[in-house]
């Protein structure tokens, strides 16, 4: 699928040198974008860019301006403000089979999805507005799922022993495979992106939003393309580092993601800030680590109750 070359109109973005890093804040009022209805914007339109990383948008689709969640984002100390109505937001929703395909013609070529393009290998982290009750999917070259690190403060109002909740996609079972040929990790085909509050046994809520990062490691000259699966999703801006030792804290407090938390390693058993604690329903519906039901005999790590519980 081959990128449309059209002319772009160019989002001012605040850069800045963060610990080694570059850091990008949008400024989508330069797009034209406001809040109160949406404005067309063509595939290939430079969203902002810094010295390694263009970030542009993948489809023809309508965007608007939004506000990201309360407080901002802290990196390696420095705190990050997006201002007021300067992140963007598609229309357009994403198919939701793109969370169990690696055919990314499964999206439909159409709908809300950032793509980014960097110049030298390292780690992208992505500013957004996080659901508890959404799907994330990252591809490379637009057919390959790529593993992530997903962190956000969007399930503190649901359960709130857990301020944060983190889980890594190279850690969760059955999510990834390596492949030899490239000497990297993949996602599997038949595995299903899961929504938090399917990871962490969670229902009868709709939804729950705070600011959260998507993680993931990027290779020169290569394109990764970003998408909430079955919905939109709302970016600020994005980092860029070649070590992957950004830690990432909020105004509010919480820790998001700690120095050389990479994909596939710091994520544990992929499901950071649950407590263990004693199982009280005996009858609760038990989950894997992956968010998948299991025998309420089953052994091992599991989640009951939305907590993470380990059973012998």
């Known amino acids: 699928m081959k990128k449309m070359l059209l002319s772009a109109a160019l989002v001012m973005a605040a850069l800045s040198a963060n610990a080694q890093g570059e850091l990008c804040v949008f400024n989508g009022s330069s797009l034209g974008l406001n809040a109160d209805a949406v ?8 969203i902002a860019s810094s010295a390694s990383v263009k970030a542009t948008i993948k489809f023809d689709d309508s965007y608007k301006l939004v506000n990201m969640k309360a407080g901002s984002f802290i990196i390696n100390g420095e705190e990050v403000s997006i201002p007021e109505g300067s992140a963007i937001q598609g229309n357009g929703n994403g198919k939701g089979d793109c969370a169990t395909s690696t055919n990314f013609a499964a999206q439909g070529g159409a709908g809300c999805v950032y793509e980014f393009a960097p110049t030298q290998t390292g780690y992208l982290y992505l500013m957004i507005s996080a659901s508890a009750n959404k799907q994330y999917v990252v591809y490379e070259n637009e057919l390959s799922r790529m593993p992530y690190i997903y962190a956000s403060e969007d399930v503190t109002d649901v359960v709130p ?12 079972e059955g999510a990834t495979y390596y492949d030899e ?4 990790y993949y996602v599997t085909e038949d595995y299903t992106i899961n929504k938090v509050f399917d990871i962490l046994g969670i229902t009868g809520y709709e939804k729950s939003d705070g600011n959260g990062i998507l993680k993931f490691k990027v290779y020169a000259d290569q394109t990764y393309q ?11 801006g994005f980092y860029f580092d070649t070590t992957g ?7 509010n407090g919480n820790t998001l993601l700690e120095a ?20 009280v329903d005996a009858n609760a519906p038990v989950y894997n680590i992956a968010g998948q039901r299991v025998n309420k ?16």
């Open 39 to 46: 404005t067309p914007v063509a595939a290939g339109t430079e």
């Open 161 to 172: 022993d857990v301020s944060v909740f983190a889980y890594d996609m190279m850690n969760l």
């Open 181 to 184: 040929t490239v000497s990297d």
């Open 226 to 236: 970003a998408m909430a699966v079955g919905s939109k999703m709302s970016i600020g």
């Open 245 to 251: 030792d950004a830690t990432i804290t909020t105004t």
């Open 260 to 279: 050389g938390q990479v994909p596939g390693n710091g994520g544990g058993t992929g499901i950071a800030g649950v407590e263990v604690k004693d199982e």
């Open 297 to 312: 005999n089953a052994k091992g790590l599991v989640i009951v109750n939305g907590k993470k519980v380990l059973r012998k």
